[in-house]
C-alpha cells in the first residue's frame, strides 16, 4: 500500500480523533444549514446503487467531512471493522414515558422554551437550538422519565449515532468502577501494570493521572503540521495493512509504547486522547477483558439496554477507548440515568455510589484552562465537570454529541449531532444555556 | 496499494466466497482434531495484547484458513465492515424448552445416537460426529422446541457465527416472498429489472434462473488458476481502497455487469455465487431497500430474534449476498421454525405459505449434477432440496453449516461449524444419517 492510500484512512481516522478544544472561536464562511445538509436531503447514499456523487466510501478520504459526516455519523461500522457491546440476550427494560398527550405538551412548552447564547444579545428558542446545532438526536429525561425525544438528520429511533470522545467517558467510568471495587489501584504508577509500556513518558504517570489526562505526554494535534503525532496516532490505528515502508507503530499499544514527554505528570490539564487508551489498556490488563466486553459486562447488559452499542477497532482487533464507539440515543439515556441514580438503575446497584460522587465531585479548575465555554470546569475520570450552581456533568465529544447531567434538576440530556465543526466550543453557546433554561423549566414544573 | 497488498485481502475473501462443491473426496495430510484445534486451546488473541504468534488480524491472509478460521468465524465483523440485520427493539420470544431434567436427558439419549456414515461400514454416536465435524454450534428443535443445544469451540450463546453461503437462502427466501407477493416478477429478463446489467450475460436470464442458479454465466473458482473469476470478484468486492493501478469492476455489482456468458441460460443447475449477488441486487432495485433491512423488516424484526445479525459489505456499502451474513444460532433456529411452519412463528404469518411450499418443493433434479452426497437433489431459490423420503431441505455453506428442515419429523437443526475444509461433501458423511437417525429418534419418540 502507497502512503498516500494510507494517508486517506489516516485523515479519516484523525477527523475522528479531532480534539473537542476551542481556545479559538474564529469565523469561517457559512455552512450548509442543518434542513440544508440533512442526509435525505443530500440524497447520500439513495438508490441501488446511489449515482457517483451521492456515494460515500471508505476509500473516501471525506467520509467523516461536513456535510457527509451527516450520514457517516449514523454509519460508522460500514466503513471500519467494530467489535460488539453486547446488551446480551433478554428483553430491554422501556424507558417510562408519561402519557401521550402529556408527551406532546411537554414537547410544545419545551419547544418554545427561550434562552440567551453565550455572547449573544438575542434570545432563541429551544427548537431553534436544535437546528443550530445540527442535533440528529435529543432525549431528556427527568426524574425518570423521558420527557422529551426527537430525531433527525441520519438518526431514528432504531438507529445507532456515533458518540465519539464520549466513549472516553465510558472507559473513564469503567475504571473508576474498578478503583472502587479495588481492582485497579489509581496510585500506582503505568510501569507497574504494564510493564512492557517501557521508556513511554506514561512510564512514570500514575493511573489516576491518566484517568484525569493530567499527564505531562507530548501529543500534538495542528493539522496543519504534516509532522504532528495526531498524523502518527492515526497511521498507527487504521485497521488497513500497514504500506510496506511503514515502520512506525502498529496498532494504539504500539503507539503508547514511545510517547516522548511533555511537561510533568500532574501539573495540569491536556485534553490529549492517548490517554483514553492508555487508560484502555490498563484496564485491559487488569481484568483481562476488552473494553468492549467490559462495557457488556458492567454497563449494557444490566442497564436494561434495547440495542448493542459497537467500537470500532484497529488493525488488531483492540478497541478505540478515546473515540470508537456507536450507540442508541435511548441507552445513552440509560447510561446518563444511571450516573445521576449513583450507580443504580431499574431497582438494581450496578457499582458503588462513590464512583459517580468521585466523578461529579471533578478536579481542580486551577489545572483546567483553555476551554472559555467552561470557564470554571475540571475533568475528571474522562468526565467534564462544570462546577456550576447545578453540579452538572457531561460526557462530551466533537461535532456535538453530550451526555448532560444535572443532578439539581433531576435531569439527563443526551444529544447526539453532526455539527459542522469538530469543536464542541463552537456549539457550546446555543447549548449550555438551552439545557439550564430546560432543567429550571423542569424544576418549576 | 501495491496488488500484492490488495491480493492478500483478495485471498481472504476468496477463502469466504469458497464453492461448496466436492466433486472429488481426495485425501489430504491429517489436519489438528477438533479439540486440538479449540481456539481456546490454540490461544488465538488471548492476553491484551496478545503475544505476536497468537495474532490474528486483517492483514494476516491467513485469517481464514484452518485452524486460524475457527476463531474468525466468530469474529468476522473486527476484520471487515458491516451493515447490521436489526431484530428491532422489543423483547425477543422465548423458543420453548421441555423441563430441564427433560432436556438433560434428550441429550444423553440424543450423544448416544448411533449412525453409520456414507461410504463408512462403522457406526458413529452423534457426540462423535459433533466432533468429527468441528461443530461450533448445534441446534436441535421439534415441534417448535428445544431438544438439543450444544456450544464449542468460538461461539457462546451470546455470540455470533459466520453462515457462508447459508447467506444465500436468505436472499432466495427474500426473492421467493416478493415473487409471492407479486412485487417481484420472476419471469422478467434481469435486464428488464436492471437495465445498466448491460452486455452481461446475465442480461438475458430471467429472474427464475437467477433464483434457481441455472444462468449460464461464467464464473470459474479454480484456486490454482491465477486468472480465475473468484480472484477478480474478491477483488472487486474487497472493501480496502483499490490500487491505483486497478481498472477492473468495483463492488459486487459492477462485476456483474461485465460477466461473459458459459452455456445456456435455463439448461442446468451451477452452483455460483454470483447468481446470489445478481438475486440481491434485484431485490434492492424493485424495493428501495439493501437486503440487510429487508431482511430485518421481514425476518429479524418479526420472528421474535434475540440478538442482530449483520453482514460484510463491499467498498460502496453493498451487503455480500451471496455469503456475508453472521448470527446466533438460535435466531437461525427460529428462521429454520418458520420454514417449518411455512412461513409462520410465534402465532405470526410472515408471508405467504406458497413461498416454503415452492422452496420445499424443489426443482428438477435432472438438471443438477456434481454432489456426490446429493445423488437425487435440486436447488431452488437458493435452497438445497434432497427429495429424500422425508421431504428435506437445507440452506448450506461452507465449513459445515446447515439449516436442515425435516418437515416429516417436524425437525429443525441448525449446525455451526469450522471444518478444515470449505466444501460440504467432505462433511455430509458423517452429517446427513446422523440428521436421519436423528429425525426417526424423534419421530419416534
Not at 482487533?317 to 439515556?333: I, M, S
Request: proline share 7%.
Amino acid at each position: 500500500m502507497s502512503s498516500s492510500t494510507s494517508d486517506v484512512i489516516a485523515i479519516a481516522l484523525a477527523a475522528m480523533l479531532a480534539l473537542g478544544t476551542a481556545t479559538q472561536l474564529s469565523a469561517q464562511s457559512e455552512p450548509l444549514s442543518a434542513r440544508e445538509s440533512d442526509p435525505k436531503v443530500m440524497g447520500w447514499m439513495q438508490g441501488f446503487p446511489p449515482p457517483p456523487d451521492k456515494l460515500i466510501t471508505q476509500p473516501d478520504s471525506n467520509y467523516f467531512s461536513f456535510p457527509k459526516l451527516r450520514w457517516s455519523v449514523c454509519h460508522l461500522r460500514e466503513f471500519l471493522p467494530t467489535e460488539e457491546i453486547s446488551r446480551g440476550l433478554g428483553a430491554p427494560v422501556p424507558l417510562p414515558y408519561p402519557s401521550p398527550a402529556e408527551f406532546a405538551a411537554l414537547a410544545r412548552e419545551i419547544d418554545a422554551l427561550t434562552f440567551t447564547p453565550l455572547n449573544a444579545s438575542e434570545a432563541m428558542t429551544w427548537e431553534e437550538s436544535l437546528y443550530a446545532n445540527y442535533t440528529d438526536g435529543m432525549l431528556i429525561l427527568h426524574k425518570g422519565q423521558v420527557v422529551y425525544e426527537r430525531y433527525f438528520g441520519c438518526l431514528e429511533e432504531g438507529g445507532k449515532h456515533a458518540i465519539m470522545s464520549m466513549t472516553k467517558s465510558i472507559t473513564g467510568l469503567l475504571g473508576e468502577i474498578l478503583v472502587a471495587e479495588g481492582v485497579l489501584d489509581d496510585t500506582a504508577l503505568v510501569r507497574d501494570v504494564i510493564p512492557e509500556i517501557g521508556d513511554s513518558a506514561f512510564a512514570t504517570a500514575t493511573v489516576r493521572q491518566v484517568m484525569d489526562m493530567t499527564t505531562g505526554v507530548q501529543y500534538s494535534e495542528d493539522y496543519s503540521d504534516p509532522n504532528a503525532d495526531i498524523w502518527l496516532y492515526s497511521r498507527a490505528a487504521s485497521p488497513l495493512p500497514k504500506a510496506a515502508d511503514y515502520s512506525g507503530p502498529d496498532g494504539y499499544w504500539e503507539y503508547l509504547q514511545q510517547v516522548p514527554p511533555d511537561g510533568e505528570h500532574g501539573e495540569a490539564f491536556h485534553y490529549k486522547t492517548i490517554n483514553s487508551d492508555m487508560l484502555g489498556w490498563i484496564i485491559s490488563r487488569v481484568t483481562g477483558e476488552a473494553v468492549t466486553d467490559l462495557a457488556s459486562d458492567r454497563l449494557w447488559t444490566r442497564m436494561g439496554a434495547e440495542q448493542d452499542a459497537y467500537q470500532t477497532v484497529d488493525g488488531k482487533g483492540v478497541p478505540f477507548a478515546g473515540g470508537g464507539v456507536t450507540a442508541g440515543l435511548r441507552d445513552l439515556g440509560r447510561l446518563g440515568q444511571v450516573m445521576l441514580d449513583r450507580g443504580e438503575i431499574n431497582g438494581q446497584r450496578l457499582f458503588p455510589a462513590e464512583v459517580v460522587e468521585t466523578i461529579a465531585a471533578g478536579g481542580d479548575p486551577s489545572k483546567f484552562a483553555g476551554f472559555p465555554t467552561i470557564p470554571n470546569g475540571s475533568y475528571t475520570s474522562q468526565w467534564w465537570v462544570f462546577h456550576n450552581d447545578h453540579g452538572a456533568y457531561a460526557a462530551r465529544g466533537v461535532h456535538g454529541q453530550t451526555i448532560y447531567v444535572d443532578p439539581t434538576a433531576e435531569m439527563v440530556l443526551v444529544r447526539l449531532a453532526s455539527f459542522p465543526r469538530a469543536q464542541n466550543g463552537f456549539i457550546d453557546p446555543t447549548s449550555l444555556p438551552a439545557y439550564q433554561a430546560v432543567a429550571e423549566y423542569l424544576m418549576a414544573r
